[in-house]
């Protein structure tokens, strides 16, 4: 008697919660999703091509471009890849920084995250307090290398000027306001009520589901699958630091989300072993005057804050710049998940599951 | 002549813009308060603290730029703003700001009207402000507001009943449906009605949130699901009209609940002659620091809570409150039958 059609429903490109430039185009039964189609694709920079027509030091800029809100983590994945290529060795203090680095990074991205999250399922505070403390780590970063969110903060080979004297102290002093936060973050959030029913049992995916989906990062840990590039196949100083891999059991929205929060903490201890035990010596290794790498090809991945971060470069070893460079970016592999996760979910839950998998648009389309 | 035509004249007045400059100062309130929930100063720049900030706000949406969509249907797409906030506005007439008071010589009292269907008139008044809502969103012939409004009417109405029959409890127990009379009750039977119906009061409270679209219910206007909800299409003035019912609701709601629950323009303790110096603050002051708290109460809840989903609100509605406020009214009524 009654006819019913499905409603499409185009969510962006331009819309408050799809963070950047994401369209979803949904076909919902009521409020029900039935299918989704997720377009990309509206900020392609172009970057992969790009770089085959820069010198190597000059394409550290251009990874500065793709994940934006974790500039550094890029850097050091493009600069270690070059430096396997070339078989140049790091020296240690660089190593320390870098991780120094990428951690705290780490916690700028997912103070990033977990104000937009909240923010999406309606909890507007944590936003503006997640805020305030990513603007500490910006001012470290500003300290040391001038820029607050492109950095450019990597040489091949070791790094573009020493720390800052005082730099080291200030950032243990951010470590101890840091621990306080993160408890002042999850004290709004972890045991509310509404944010469990908001959560929990959302966008379940299991642990083989997830790895047969390429999903990587907090996404997949949180499907309970203990794979962290940090502790799989050490980069920078990692293999002589003291960390847990937190992983979640049942694969919804609530253990993603916890999995990052303890995250947090982790990197906070990775970031404290590291200030501490900083060794003195050279900030660059023996690199080349001219940087040109022998003909070969590489790919080596870091943990970026998103998830796998890894970098495909092909040298023919004639010219000043890469014959094929090419990205494997975590945030294009996880918005792969998108379309599974929220099958037969509401529309509001659309919104909470693209927060869940973290995505930045410059880094999915490049 | 003075005392049929002038004077409720002028209380119509007075309220009409009372309630309109509270309306756009409480606007106000709700940025700074939340600035600071969220430690940031709120607006700043205009005027010292930003005093003159609403100000500026209507000045701003006035002389905007009005748009009506093309396939948007023309007449109730112009009606649907008037239609939410004409009802928000009426609601002040039966709400007593403080007893009959004598000025020069008058005996005025400090409410429009009283009519003995007081609680009655509010609660068909306010659910016709929901047409409003429902109305903006089917002619702007758009998919957001269209799914917003949906949701708007389904919440509305079934947080209507549970509040509804809530309220029966209160009559229940005042033996009036008066709002004057509904006070006088409470300073009777020596007891504020949120000690003698806290269940009712909570029930209440919590159908008053979701029937202003407040966090944690403020689906249909939710900003990162719907981009905002039933108001999508609209600008300008008709949008401020929107913006405004919903603040003048947030007053109505308060001042009902004080009304009802915290003995209105009553001081604390109106019974006991210890605490009569109270009674040298006028009545209304008394009045409109209860329902500042519950205005502040709205806030706090928005600057703090995350936001319900549709069928976890309706869960909570049809499951939990309904069921709630029927088992209190018979509760309620019970207990008076063995009483008397």
């Known amino acids: ?366 | 002549m003075v005392d049929t035509v002038v004077i409720p004249l002028l209380k119509i007045l007075i309220v009409l813009n009372a309630t309109l400059v509270a309306v756009t100062y409480m606007v106000l309130l709700e940025r700074k308060v939340i600035a600071w929930a969220q430690s940031r100063l709120g607006p700043m720049r205009v005027g010292p603290y930003g005093i003159l900030q609403p100000i500026a706000d209507a000045v701003k949406l006035m002389i905007k730029e009005d748009i009506t969509p093309v396939r948007a249907d023309r007449w109730v797409f112009t009606a649907a703003p008037i239609m939410s906030m004409v009802p928000a506005l009426i609601v002040f007439a039966v709400i007593p700001f403080g007893p009959t008071v004598t000025i020069f010589g008058h005996p005025v009292p400090l409410y429009i009207t009283d009519i003995n269907v007081g609680l009655l008139y509010i609660v068909s008044v306010a659910s016709v402000g929901v047409y409003g809502i429902i109305l903006a969103g089917w002619s702007s012939n758009s998919k957001y507001p269209l799914l917003a409004s949906l949701r708007a009417s389904a919440q509305l109405i079934s947080y209507e009943i549970a509040v509804t029959m809530t309220l029966v409890s209160v009559i229940l127990m005042a033996g009036s449906l008066s709002m004057v009379g509904i006070v006088n009750a409470q300073y009777n039977q020596h007891v504020w009605y949120v000690f003698a119906q806290p269940v009712a009061f909570v029930i209440v409270l919590i159908g008053g949130l979701a029937e202003t679209n407040r966090a944690p219910f403020d689906l249909p206007e939710a900003e990162q699901e719907l981009t905002g909800g039933f108001h999508t299409e609209y600008s300008g003035m008709r949008f401020a009209l929107f913006f405004l019912a919903e603040y003048a609701n947030m007053i109505v709601v308060s001042s009902v609940v004080t009304t009802l629950f915290l003995g209105g323009w009553l001081p604390p303790f109106p019974n006991l002659s210890v605490f009569h110096f109270l009674y040298y603050i006028p009545s209304w002051i008394w009045f409109f620091i209860k329902s500042f708290l519950f205005l502040y109460l709205f806030i706090w809840i928005r600057a703090t809570l995350p936001r319900y989903r549709y069928d976890q609100l309706m869960r909570l509605g049809w499951k939990v409150l309904i069921p709630l406020g029927i088992a209190n009214l018979i509760v309620t009524g019970i207990v008076k039958v063995l009483m008397s």
């Open chain 1, 1 to 366: 008697m009654f006819d019913t059609n499905e409603l499409v429903l185009n969510m962006g490109p331009q819309h408050p919660s799809t963070h950047g430039v994401l369209r979803v185009v949904l076909r919902l039964d009521g409020e029900k999703v039935v299918d989704c189609d997720v377009v990309i694709g509206y900020l392609h920079r172009g970057i992969e091509k790009l770089s085959e027509n820069r010198n190597w030091t000059q394409i550290i800029l251009l990874t500065d471009r793709m994940d934006y809100v974790a500039a550094a983590t890029n850097n050091v994945g493009y600069c270690e890849t070059v430096e396997k290529l070339m078989q140049l060795e790091v020296p240690r203090r660089a190593r320390y920084v870098r991780t120094i680095l990428c951690e705290l990074q780490r916690i700028a991205s997912h103070c990033l995250w977990v104000g937009t999250h909240a923010m999406d399922i309606g909890a507007m505070t944590v936003f503006l307090y997640a805020f305030r403390e990513r603007e500490l780590i910006l001012d470290l970063f500003e300290e040391f290398c001038g820029a607050r969110l492109t950095y450019n903060s990597m040489r091949i080979g070791g790094l573009p000027q020493d720390l800052p004297s005082g730099w080291d102290k200030k950032v243990l002093q951010f470590c101890d306001i840091m621990d306080t936060k993160v408890g002042e973050y999850e004290e709004l959030l972890t045991h509310n009520r509404i944010w469990l029913e908001r959560t929990k049992g959302i966008g379940v995916i299991s642990g083989p589901e997830a790895v047969g989906l390429g999903l990587c990062g907090p996404a997949l840990r949180g499907s309970g699958v203990p794979r962290d590039v940090r502790k799989d196949e050490p980069y920078a100083a990692y293999d002589e630091m003291q960390f847990d891999v937190p992983i979640g059991t049942a694969g919804d929205t609530y253990d993603r989300y916890l999995v990052r929060m303890e995250e947090f903490r982790q990197s906070l201890r990775i970031i404290r072993q590291a200030t501490e035990g900083l060794p003195e010596g050279p900030i660059v290794g023996k690199v080349p005057r001219l940087i040109k790498p022998a003909a070969g090809e590489t790919y080596h991945a870091i943990e970026s804050p998103k998830g796998e971060l890894g970098y495909f470069i092909v040298s023919d070893g004639k010219s000043t710049n890469p014959y094929r460079f090419r990205v494997r970016p975590p945030s294009f592999c996880n918005l792969q998940g998108l379309r599974r996760l929220v099958r037969g979910h509401l529309v509001a839950d659309v919104v909470a599951l693209i927060g869940s998998i973290d995505i930045v648009l410059g880094e999915v389309d490049r």
